[in-house]
T-cell receptor
Framework: QQPVQSPQAVILREGEDAVINCSSSKALYSVHWYRQKHGEAPVFLMILLKGGEQKGHDKISASFNEKKQQSSLYLTASQLSYSGTYFCGTEISNAGNMLTFGGGTRLMVKP | GAVVSQHPSRVICKSGTSVKIECRSLDFQATTMFWYRQFPKQSLMLMATSNEGSKATYEQGVEKDKFLINHASLTLSTLTVTSAHPEDSSFYIC???????????FGPGTRLLVL
């Protein structure tokens, strides 16, 4: 079942913060976050496996709630290079290894 | 460096012809590869799971006779779009799972345009 991402789109000024949410109706095994630039393939950002986990690098971080049904991606002090479409990919178990992707969130950072 | 390569990056063909897309895992052996399709401004939709040495597993609604998958070696999977039609025009992306890091890496994608 496809996870639900929100918002669908967001426009920021450089330096502003954004939060992108990814929700599932069932408990998940893992959540993967990707960023895709126009015309390119998605680029892996990070993976979350444990309930209550938070991780990140630079000014991009993510959390996975205790019930493992929701993840949020946090973009702080956004840069122009953060522009793109962000997808969460979810796994319901570690058996098939396949990811089901949310609808995507289009992020545009303006100067 | 790149973990996954795809070839060709772009192809234009006439309706009715077949197109083969190659996906190579460059950094590690992959018993499983995944094929996705992405239409403009839409999400990635899994088409099939390619299994080395055995038949591919297709998602519901994906015609296995139209989208032929061959996973001949631990580093190569091919997707052949047979008798392509304009509605098959899309961005086809393969991915490879790195079991050590539980991370899935995507190839650069192949943009198919069927005239």
């Amino acid at each position: 079942q496809q996870p639900v991402q929100s918002p669908q789109a967001v426009i920021l000024r450089e330096g502003e913060d954004a939060v992108i949410n990814c929700s599932s109706s069932k408990a998940l095994y893992s959540v993967h976050w990707y960023r895709q630039k126009h015309g390119e393939a998605p680029v892996f950002l990070m993976i979350l496996l444990k309930g209550g986990e938070q991780k990140g690098h630079d000014k991009i971080s993510a959390s996975f709630n205790e019930k493992k049904q929701q993840s949020s991606l946090y973009l702080t002090a956004s840069q122009l290079s953060y522009s793109g479409t962000y997808f969460c990919g979810t796994e319901i178990s570690n058996a098939g290894n396949m990811l089901t992707f949310g609808g995507g969130t289009r992020l545009m950072v303006k100067p | 460096g790149a973990v996954v390569s795809q070839h060709p990056s772009r192809v234009i063909c006439k309706s009715g012809t077949s197109v083969k897309i190659e996906c190579r895992s460059l950094d590690f052996q992959a018993t499983t590869m995944f094929w996705y399709r992405q239409f403009p401004k839409q999400s990635l939709m899994l088409m099939a799971t390619s299994n080395e040495g055995s038949k591919a597993t297709y998602e519901q609604g994906v015609e296995k006779d139209k989208f032929l998958i061959n996973h001949a070696s631990l580093t190569l999977s091919t997707l052949t779009v047979t008798s392509a039609h304009p509605e098959d025009s899309s961005f086809y992306i393969c991915s490879v799972r790195d079991a050590r890091r539980e991370t899935q890496y995507f190839g650069p994608g192949t943009r198919l345009l069927v005239l």
